[in-house]
């Protein structure tokens, strides 16, 4: 079963920096996505950056330029390093994974678009990033 364990929530001012970490365990093949989300008013959650197994990336508008999305394979270690944090990055963040079986032929796209947009299967317990002004 895969296992997603958050860390690295906190407070920072604005304009700061933080990172957040993924321990990602159980993944059952080899090709994966995986993913940052956060809590937003009114919605359950928005794709904020996305990874697949190739290193293929993908942002959120008001992130980009930002965040960066990272994967440390030897210690299977997902990471969201944000910077020029701004106080409406504040909510709740989670990571999120998806495993691609192998028989997958379109594995290129298969971590992005609406597979990315609805969220993937697996999720962790989220972790509190506030943002002061």
């Known amino acids: 079963e895969v296992r997603l364990v958050e860390s690295g929530g906190g407070s920072v001012q604005a304009g700061g920096s933080l990172t957040l970490s993924c321990e ?15 809590l937003i008013p009114g919605q359950e959650r928005e794709g904020v950056a996305g990874i697949d197994s190739d ?3 993908q942002y959120e508008d008001s992130v980009k330029g930002r965040f ?5 394979n030897p210690k299977s270690t997902l990471y969201l390093q944000m910077t020029m944090v701004k106080p409406e990055d504040t909510t709740v963040y ?5 495993t691609v079986p192998p028989w997958e032929k379109n594995f290129d796209t298969y971590c992005t ?6 969220g993937y299967t697996y999720w962790g317990q989220g ?7």
């Open 94 to 98: 989670y990571c999120a994974a998806e």
């Open 55 to 57: 290193g293929r990336t």
């Open 113 to 118: 678009g609406t597979r990315f947009r609805v």
């Open 24 to 38: 990602v365990s159980g993944q059952p093949y080899n090709r994966w996505c995986l993913g940052w989300y956060r």
């Open 127 to 133: 972790t509190q990033v506030n943002v002061s002004s």
């Open 68 to 72: 960066t999305i990272s994967m440390d």
